[in-house]
């Protein structure tokens, strides 16, 4: 496990982001890299349901989750965006 960083995020925590309000639900990514710089915070991530990394830098209202807490994401996270109906 890496030390934290401005956000106290760890590699291997969850970033949890609001969807739009018409979906309704919170996006899972697990935090593969926080990178560093000036500015906001900007991560790596992997979605849940996605093989492939993406740079995000989270919108209001988003939250770290421990990876302690949540081995796994919940079974009501949305991975994929936009959530396929």
């Known amino acids: 496990m890496?030390?934290?960083?401005?956000?106290?995020?760890?590699?291997g925590d969850w970033l949890v982001v609001p969807v739009p309000p018409v979906e309704r639900g919170w996006r899972w990514g697990r935090i593969?890299?926080?990178?560093a710089g000036p500015g906001p915070a900007r991560f790596r991530v992997r979605w849940v349901g996605n093989d492939r990394d993406s740079l995000v830098v989270p919108p209001p209202g988003y939250r770290i989750?421990?990876?302690?807490?949540?081995?796994?994401?919940?079974?009501s996270a949305i991975g994929l965006w936009p959530h396929p109906a």
Do not use: D, F, I
């Open 32 to 35: 593969v890299e926080e990178l």
């Open 65 to 75: 989750e421990s990876a302690a807490r949540w081995p796994q994401a919940p079974s």
């Open 2 to 11: 890496t030390a934290p960083n401005k956000t106290g995020a760890h590699v």
